[in-house]
Each structure stands twice: as C-alpha cells, then as structure tokens.
C-alpha cells in the first residue's frame, strides 16, 4: 500500500458520529413545496389588499351624519320657584284683584326676620270683608306650629268628610292631614296664656293652637305680607 502524500498524512479527519452519516450533516434543501404554499399566501394577500384599494369610495361624505333630535321634556317647574317671595324692600304677594272671590287662595313665602328662613304661606280672602283693607283677608304659614308637618287649605268639601271625617263644613277650611285637626278661617279664638286672638278657631282635633298667622297690609292695589307670629 502505497504511503500517503505529504498534504493527506497532516490533514485531520473529521470525526466518526455512531449512526449518522457523513451525508446526513449536511442541511437540507428547502423543500420546494413550502416555497410553493408561502407564495400563493403573498399572492392572495397582494390581490386581497388591491381590491380593497380599488373598491373603496370614490367620493366618501367624511361629515358626521346629524344625529336625530330627540325631544327631552323639560323638568316641571318648582312651585316654591312661581310663588311669590315677600321682602322687606318687595312685600307684595298678590293683587287685589286676584283675590276678588270669596275663599280664593294663594300660596306665597314670607322671610322670618328671626330665623332668615323663608316661611310658606297661604293668603285667603274672607267673605264680606273689605277688599281694600287688610281684615278682608287672612295669611297663615303652612309649617304647623308643633311639629313637622304641612298644612293644607282645603276647598274640597269631600275630602274634608273623606279624609279628616268632618262633616259640617260648609265653606273651606284649614286642615292637618297629620292629626286630622280642623281649623275654621272664619272664626276667631284667644290664645291661652296670651289673651291675643287668632283667626282659625280649632273645630276637630288635638292641635294645641290655631295656624301661624301672617301679618298682613293693603297698600293701593298691593297685598302686603309684613311678617310672621
């Protein structure tokens, strides 16, 4: 056997790995089909992205559509906000010719001197009084003396049989819907301990005193509300 080269007695073999062959490390070529399916994806997706662009509106409107109107009620009024509010510098409350019937009515505050609060309150007009003089009429405040609740004119003579069961009134009365006490603006009474007498004598009831009045002054056609009891 003859001896090797020079070159091939100092060139290093590469070494033996058990099982695999020579041929076996070298890489694989890229399989054709791969290349086949990755091209038909970019040609689909080259032809999706085109008929897009070609689809798309020539002359699009970019405004905002008008969205429709929609009618939003509006709140009801506060009626503390319509009623008048007498002041020391604006007392008047109503016209004298707003109450020229007999048992009308009209709701308004008055502000307490004392406590700064505005006080409500009801002006009624009293039959066979004078319309131009302040007896003609009579103004209680609503906050009922004792405790917390509310009173109420009441012109509807069913509901004082109804729901206060008093049966002999014969015109409006004043009523605690609370205790079912029945007061008359047509008859006066004395305040115990005080001798001072108030209009709205109690006829039905366990109140202890009459309404709250309200002091009151006719100035021309001006119904004046000047201060609270």
């Known amino acids: 056997m003859p001896d090797p080269s020079p070159s091939d007695r100092f060139k290093p073999e590469?070494?033996?790995?058990?099982?695999?062959?020579?041929?076996?490390?070298?890489?694989?070529a890229p399989d054709s089909s791969l290349k086949l399916i990755v091209g038909v994806i970019v040609?689909?997706?080259?032809?999706?992205l085109g008929a897009r662009w070609a689809l798309r509106p020539r002359h699009a409107d970019t405004k905002t559509a008008e969205?429709?109107?929609?009618?939003?009620?509006?709140?009801?009024?506060?009626?503390?906000?319509?009623?008048?509010?007498?002041?020391?510098?604006?007392?008047?409350?109503?016209?004298?010719?707003?109450?020229?019937?007999?048992?009308?009515s009209k709701e308004f505050f008055v502000r307490n001197g004392l406590s700064g609060e505005n006080v409500p309150g009801i002006l009624v007009r009293l039959p066979g009084g004078s319309a131009s003089r302040a007896s003609g009429y009579w103004a209680f405040s609503t906050n009922a003396p004792f405790g917390n609740c509310k009173l109420e004119y009441v012109t509807d003579l069913a509901k004082l049989r109804n729901d206060y069961g008093f049966d002999a009134a014969k015109h409006p009365m004043v009523g605690n819907p609370c205790n079912h006490t029945v007061f008359d603006p047509a008859k006066t009474t004395t305040l115990p301990g005080t001798g001072a007498i108030v209009r709205g004598a109690i006829v039905q009831g366990s109140d202890l005193?009459?309404?709250l009045g309200i002091e009151l002054r006719v100035r021309g056609k001006d119904i004046e509300a000047i201060r609270t009891e």
Do not use: C, N, Y
């Open 209 to 211: 005193r009459p309404p």
């Open 67 to 104: 969205l429709p109107q929609i009618d939003v009620p509006s709140p009801a009024p506060d009626p503390s906000a319509l009623a008048p509010h007498a002041t020391d510098d604006a007392p008047s409350i109503a016209r004298v010719e707003e109450m020229a019937k007999a048992w009308s």
């Open 43 to 48: 040609i689909l997706i080259a032809v999706f």
């Open 14 to 28: 590469m070494p033996k790995i058990p099982g695999v062959s020579t041929d076996d490390a070298r890489p694989a």
